[in-house]
């Protein structure tokens, strides 16, 4: 516990789901990263939830990177 509390290790948060909301998004990352925390988010999204992404993008004037599909080469 603590290395975690001296904040050298980045948080991953993974969301299973996507909030309706873009507020709840970001309120979600945030609150899983505080104090200047660095976070990194996954979204697990199906192609009928691409049009949340999009708002959230739209929303915070930011663009969410898709995971390249040859990911385990790049490991």
Do not use: F, W
Not at 11 to 27: A, T, W
């Amino acid at each position: 516990m603590g290395v975690y509390q001296s904040k050298r290790v980045p948080l991953l948060v993974i969301n299973y789901d996507l909030p309706n909301n873009p507020e709840l998004y970001i309120c979600r990352i945030g609150r899983s990263g505080p104090q200047g925390r660095k976070v990194v988010a996954e979204n697990l999204a199906k192609a009928d939830e691409i049009r949340i992404l999009q708002d959230i993008e739209q929303y915070y004037n930011t663009h969410i990177d898709e995971v390249p599909s040859n990911i385990g080469d790049l490991i």
